[in-house]
């Protein structure tokens, strides 16, 4: 390695890897355990895909315009290695390939650009299922990235309101305690509301159908019924809270799908005013809001309070500030465009304003965003 590459995966072991993961240590980090030896061992595929996001990120924290042609440079070999190894028979399903779609689908947090980039989890989708075939598919790191996958699906879900790719397949079944701790139960809770979603979508055919005509409500029942029973199994307080904040998340994630129903109905109130209080008892400098963007983004989009909006907008910001991911600022513009629409809707008297849906707002606006 030269100079230049050897900075960059420093940034990545030091630095970068921790903002992917919710581990307290590097040690603990299941990104920098799994991956990094890999990207050191030799050039290919997943070391470009690493210092990609490396020179991203230097941009985005030194505000530097020559990271540009490094940007690029690396981008083009990881494309070109990684359509290279796809077409090996030896390592079109290997633990390197894998990492390096799913880093790809991760590098959107750099990006500095909102233009919509192509998902690279239907390829991850693919890789998995010729590789889950197979008789030798397991590895610790294997597991790691089967992980991954399962939240950026389901997180994916809720953006493209769409059912998750491997939903109901053996590998939805793999441990995210590595990535994810106290909140592993609930996406598969989060999963199952997406696929009712998806279902909602196929049956109904007019704005005027009744949730009453909508035959999965006795699932939906039963999921409010489970949500309302859960309680985190840490109990560590930041976890406890990120737990909190993503159980309330989704009950507004619910009551949306299943019900049509947002803020000003008092309901969706209390449930953003309960994830507000839960976001709050966690420090902006804990690794565990690496992943609270969707919960932000959830509660705050339904926010009509000035207090609570305030809030919001204010902790994307910090998060930014701390963090140096673009997306979060991103999430954050797409929450303002979010309730710029619903305040017009409002002050046109529209009843209908507690039905716009945030993710139809952004979709009319040609917006994509990154909730993992």
């Known amino acids: 390695m030269d100079l230049g590459d050897y900075r960059l995966l420093c940034h990545w072991s030091n630095v970068l890897s921790s903002l992917l993961s919710v581990a307290p240590t590097v040690e603990e980090n299941p990104f920098h355990q799994h991956l990094t030896p890999m990207v050191n061992d030799a050039a290919g595929p997943l070391r470009y895909t690493v210092l990609f996001m490396a020179a991203e990120h230097l941009a985005a924290l030194h505000g530097q315009q020559s990271w540009e042609t490094q940007t690029l440079h690396y981008h083009n070999l990881a494309i070109r290695s990684l359509s290279e190894a796809l077409q090996d028979p030896n390592e079109a399903a290997?633990?390197?390939t894998l990492a390096t779609v799913l880093l790809m689908q991760l590098s959107t947090y750099f990006a500095s650009d909102q233009d919509p980039r192509a998902s690279h989890l239907v390829a991850a989708e693919c890789i998995i299922r010729k590789r889950w075939s197979s008789s030798s598919w397991d590895s610790p790191c294997w597991r790691f990235l089967l992980s991954l996958f399962r939240y950026r699906d389901i997180m994916s879900s809720i953006s493209d309101g769409s059912r998750p790719l491997l939903y109901g397949?053996?590998?939805?079944?793999v441990e995210s305690e590595q990535l994810l701790g106290g909140i592993t139960s609930l996406l598969e809770l989060?999963?199952?509301?997406?696929?009712?979603?998806?279902?909602k979508k196929s049956i109904m055919t007019t704005a005027d159908d009744e949730p009453s005509d909508f035959p999965f409500l006795a699932v939906a029942s039963a999921l409010e019924t489970e949500l309302g029973r859960w309680t985190a199994p840490s109990s560590e307080p930041d976890w406890v809270n990120t737990a909190e904040a993503y159980r309330h998340?989704?009950?507004?994630?619910?009551?949306?799908?299943?019900?049509n129903i947002g803020t000003p109905h008092p309901v969706t109130?209390?449930?953003?005013?309960?994830?507000?209080?839960?976001?709050?008892?966690?420090p902006v400098e804990s690794p565990l809001t690496s992943v609270?963007?969707?919960?932000?983004?959830?509660?705050?989009?339904?926010?009509?309070?000035?207090?609570?909006?305030?809030?919001?907008?204010?902790?994307?910001k910090d998060m930014y500030d701390h963090r140096k991911l673009r997306s979060l600022a991103r999430v954050r513009m797409a929450m303002e465009d979010v309730w710029v629409q619903k305040d017009t809707e409002a002050q046109r008297g529209l009843e209908h304003v507690f039905q716009l849906d945030c993710i139809d707002v952004l979709k009319q606006r040609g917006r994509v965003i990154e909730l993992g």
């Open 94 to 96: 290997s633990d390197s």
């Open 169 to 173: 397949y053996a590998a939805a079944a």
């Open 190 to 199: 989060i999963s199952q509301i997406s696929v009712l979603q998806s279902q």
């Open 249 to 259: 998340a989704t009950f507004i994630y619910l009551y949306r799908v299943i019900y």
């Open 269 to 282: 109130i209390r449930h953003v005013q309960r994830c507000r209080d839960a976001l709050r008892a966690v």
């Open 292 to 316: 609270h963007v969707w919960p932000l983004f959830t509660a705050g989009c339904e926010s009509s309070d000035l207090a609570d909006r305030a809030f919001y907008r204010q902790r994307l």
